[in-house]
């Protein structure tokens, strides 16, 4: 059963999810919602597409774009350091990114992360088969799902919510906060012509 340990600064959902799909966040969440956050778990660990872009970090290069749709890699996802993260909308704000790690995840020192296009930090996820670190002074961006433990180590900071099905570690003076949306869609509001009775003229009397 999943755990949560460590003394933090937390503005966020740091949540355990277990093989049952019990959630814990301080306490026990309602069974109902335990059943949605498992089964998004499972979902995103397994959902089939035909073609996912396959993807690995590599020494060397500091410079990534992330575009709308799902990211496979093979083994572990190890982010070089001062690396620069955009990840592109498309122009849609609900579009999704998935970034699907077959193995570790280990956050790189240094990095930034950059929203163009629409893009919005809440539609973002690292979905993680191993283990997750986000080393000490490092910067991680996203909603993290792991199956492994997760480690927030002292002066690290992560910026979004973290779902773990084993023990989620927070050292001292790691920050956990909420990613806030880049900007939000303003509906334009409209206004429902008024129909005129035939029996009516532009004077408001009756017609003869």
């Known amino acids: 059963m999943g755990v949560i340990t460590g003394a933090a600064a937390i503005a966020a959902d740091i949540t355990v999810v277990d ?13 109902q919602a335990a059943a949605v956050f498992g089964e998004l778990f499972d979902s995103l660990s397994t ?44 122009g849609i704000f609900s579009n999704v990114i998935v970034i699907r790690v077959a193995g570790d995840f280990i956050a790189g020192v240094g ?34 799902f792991s199956t492994g433990a997760i480690t927030v180590e002292p002066s690290g900071v992560l910026n979004g919510r973290l779902f773990g099905r084993s023990t989620i570690s927070l050292l001292d003076d ?13 509906a334009t509001p409209t206004v429902a012509p008024i129909a005129v009775p035939s029996t009516a003229t532009t004077t408001g009397q009756p017609s003869n």
Request: charged share 10%; aromatic share 10%; net charge negative.
């Open 111 to 144: 990095c930034s992360f950059e929203y163009i296009n629409d893009a919005q930090p809440e539609h973002i996820m690292w979905v993680v088969a191993g283990t997750t670190t986000v080393p000490t002074s490092a910067l991680a961006n996203g909603n993290v």
């Open 174 to 186: 790691c920050i956990v906060s909420l990613a806030e949306s880049t900007s939000r869609p303003t």
């Open 19 to 31: 093989g049952k799909g019990a959630v814990f966040s301080g306490g026990v969440i309602a069974d």
């Open 47 to 90: 959902a089939v597409v035909p073609t996912p872009t396959l993807f690995e970090f590599t020494a060397g290069t500091t410079n990534y774009t992330f575009f709308p749709g799902i990211y496979d890699i093979a083994g572990s996802a190890v982010v070089p350091s001062d690396t620069t993260i955009i990840f592109d909308g498309k």
